[in-house]
């Protein structure tokens, strides 16, 4: 026959839409609220015992919803990965990324060295879920390269005009000052003619006066 503490917690448990505690239950409730006298329990030891099965039953559905949360996730995952499979999901290895790059290189007519296949296929995602995604990110690298490249070449073409350029000033000027100064050799090389004819006819002058 059941004391006076589990007819009571058990009832009042039914009131509100619990049930299905074993004896144990009541039993490891009485001893959590201290009631010694199962025959004799206070009121507040019946509401206490009571708070303590919900809270219990509570705990309890809530570790089995999560081990069937965890259960139902688990075929989820399973199942994604098969679909994966079916549909095509696939990760490339870098051997087969390099001889993409170098197909494609060699569509766009550019001829690239190991080191530069590798430096490419570093920059390419092999774990992408389809083939299309890595040849998308395939051909986005080399042409990202090819820019690159261009623009090393402008880069280079403006240095080297830079460098042609001051050397047609620096040649220009040396030339001009050569030419400066040849023709002040000239200049002077003809004033020094002047004057010896100059002088000459001075001193032709005057054998002539001399003579008269």
Same mark, same amino acid.
């Given at each position: ?20 505690? /074993? ?19 206070? #009121? $507040? ?8 099965? #919900? ?6 559905? *809530?570790? /089995?919803?999560?081990? +069937? $949360? ?12 098969? /679909? ?12 087969? +990324? ?22 490419? =296929?570093?920059? +390419?995602?092999?774990? =992408?879920? &389809?083939?299309?995604?890595? @040849?998308?990110?395939? $051909?986005? =690298? ?13 880069? #280079?073409?403006?240095? /080297? ?11 220009? $000027? ?22 010896? &004819? #100059?002088?000459?006819? *001075?001193?032709? @002058? ?7």
């Amino acid at each position: 026959m059941s004391d006076k503490f589990t007819n009571n917690v058990r009832a009042r448990l039914y009131k509100q839409g619990y049930q299905g505690f /074993t004896k144990d239950d009541y039993t490891s409730s009485a001893l959590a609220v201290g009631c010694d006298d199962l025959d004799n329990p206070t #009121k $507040e030891q019946l509401s206490q015992a009571v708070d303590y099965l #919900k809270e219990k039953a509570t705990c309890q559905l *809530s570790v /089995t919803d999560e081990r +069937v $949360e965890e259960k139902f996730l688990m075929q989820v995952e399973s199942l994604q990965s098969e /679909t994966e499979v079916e549909t095509g999901t696939l990760a490339v290895a870098p051997l087969d +990324v390099g001889e993409m790059i170098t197909k494609g290189a060699s569509q766009m007519g550019v001829i690239l060295s190991e080191q530069q296949i590798n430096d490419i =296929a570093d920059s +390419v995602d092999t774990s =992408a879920s &389809t083939f299309d995604e890595i @040849l998308e990110q395939v $051909e986005a =690298a080399l042409l990202a390269y090819a820019d690159l490249r261009a623009n090393q070449v402008d880069a #280079k073409i403006d240095q /080297t005009l830079t460098l042609v350029q001051q050397r047609v000033v620096n040649r220009h $000027e040396q030339s001009r000052d050569k030419l400066s100064l040849g023709l002040t050799g000239i200049s002077a090389a003809l004033e020094d003619s002047r004057n010896q &004819t #100059k002088s000459q006819l *001075s001193g032709i @002058l005057a054998r002539l006066n001399a003579v008269q």
